[in-house]
């Protein structure tokens, strides 16, 4: 068994690609029974965030070109489409880019912390559609506990960066006063509270909250006294926003071109300044066509988070070293997992031994035998069983000439200590 990763992000993938093979939360549960079902993935847990769709599995050898097949079959892609996006990690190259991804080191913003959050929701989501083990349990536990240390140790988390500082940051940019704008937030998930909460520390004029479920989005928008819509509501609403921001789970498109024409009408064509930071994205790309939208997704705003992040360079070197050593730490104990079922193995076939011998003692003790006699023979005679299969292998690799395996039995029975008393 090994560990596998899969995936693409926004480093190897452009949006429209990485949209197509998201995984929505309505999904997940479908895919991981599907992932599970494959012959050669014994465990899965899938990763699926706007900047990255990542499949972490506990596998059988040579799984990974029919996890690629299975990645772009689920979603209905041809498999040659997608494959030059993808990338692959394998044992301990796949927990340090897991522990990466988790700490912040692999985001579009360094340090973010809301992937860690993400990270420990599509765990959750795999070990509830019973699809982990041991193996990966294991290791989403280590992750956990290694992007504690790292944000407790070093100062990756300073400077609050994230996709939803870098539009606001955009959106103070073009409109140099907020307080005189509106903004429309279509979501209600944790990137448009972080929104929300940036546009209100900058001074924003008002604030609307179009949701699916109203009652989440008025919570959301009461705390910034602002007022909450639904997403069908969005069109009556639309040409009172002079700032866009949208991050739904939506997998279709909830503004498109013909409701942002007409809204555009309605301002005498004032200028939307549009983000649509979700994959799938939420508007349409026709809507960039538009002269009056500056639409911007979510690969756009890399330019001005890269300015942001300077701070952050030296806290980033000093997370890579943590995370160096502690993914040596995962590969001890996965390496220790061969020698249980070896020890496992030795242990059950010395019990039978002892097992075997025992009987017949009893026996020589019911015929007669005296009981000093029969311990001799239990003793002489289980000594020489668990000795004999290791001796003939030891005396094998002596007349070999095999030094290697000699120091390890040297080592293994602790001989050379005795040894050297005895010369002494």
């Not at 400077?159 to 409109?175: C, E, Y």
């Not at 508007?283 to 330019?303: F, H, N, Q, R, S």
Request: glycine fraction near 6%.
């Amino acid at each position: 068994m090994k560990l596998l990763v899969l995936g693409l992000n926004h480093k190897t993938a452009p949006v429209d690609i990485r949209e197509r093979l998201a995984f929505g939360p309505d999904i997940i549960a479908a895919a991981l029974r599907d992932l599970i079902g494959c012959t050669s993935v014994l465990e899965g847990v899938i990763l699926s965030t706007c900047n990255r769709t990542e499949v972490y599995c506990a596998v059988q050898d040579g799984a990974e070109e029919a996890l690629r097949r299975w990645l772009s079959g689920f979603h209905g892609v041809e498999h040659e489409r997608v494959d030059p996006f993808l990338y692959a990690y394998a044992d301990r190259d796949a927990v340090v880019h897991l522990l990466r991804v988790s700490c912040g080191l692999d985001s579009l913003v360094l340090g973010e912390p809301q992937i860690l959050g993400q990270v420990k929701t599509a765990y959750q989501t795999a070990c509830n559609c019973s699809a982990t083990g041991k193996l990966l349990g294991r290791l989403f536990q280590h992750t956990f506990s290694v992007a504690k240390t790292v944000r407790t140790e070093t100062a990756i988390g300073s400077n609050p960066v994230s996709v939803a500082f870098a539009a606001v940051s955009l959106a103070r940019q073009i409109f140099s006063d907020l307080s005189k704008q509106t903004a429309l937030l279509i979501g209600a998930g944790e990137t448009i509270e972080l929104a929300a909460r940036h546009l209100h520390h900058n001074g924003i004029g008002r604030i609307i909250v179009a949701n699916r479920t109203v009652e989440r989005a008025h919570d959301l928008a009461a705390q910034f006294e602002g007022f909450a819509i639904s997403l069908t509501e969005i069109a009556n609403h639309l040409s009172e926003a002079d700032i866009v921001i949208a991050s739904t789970a939506s997998p279709l498109p909830v503004l498109g071109k013909g409701t942002v024409e007409r809204a555009l009408k309605k301002r005498k064509h004032r200028p939307i300044f549009m983000v649509d930071i979700a994959v799938p994205r939420d508007i349409e790309p026709e809507v960039g066509e538009l002269a009056d939208v500056y639409l911007y997704t979510v690969d756009d705003l890399k330019g001005v988070i890269d300015e942001s992040l300077r701070s952050r360079q030296a806290a980033a070197a000093q997370a890579e070293e943590i995370i160096d050593f502690h993914a040596g730490e995962f590969m001890a104990w996965l390496r220790s997992l061969d020698a249980a079922g070896l020890i496992q193995d030795y242990r059950q076939r010395s019990e039978e031994l002892r097992d075997e011998v025992l009987a017949r003692a009893r026996r020589q003790l019911e015929a007669g035998k005296p009981p000093l006699e029969v311990l001799n023979f239990l003793a002489h005679t289980l000594t020489n069983k668990l000795l004999h299969a290791p001796s003939s292998r030891l005396r094998q690799a002596a007349r070999d000439g095999d030094a290697v395996l000699l120091e390890a039995a040297n080592e293994l029975f602790q001989l050379t200590p005795d040894r050297t008393q005895s010369k002494a």
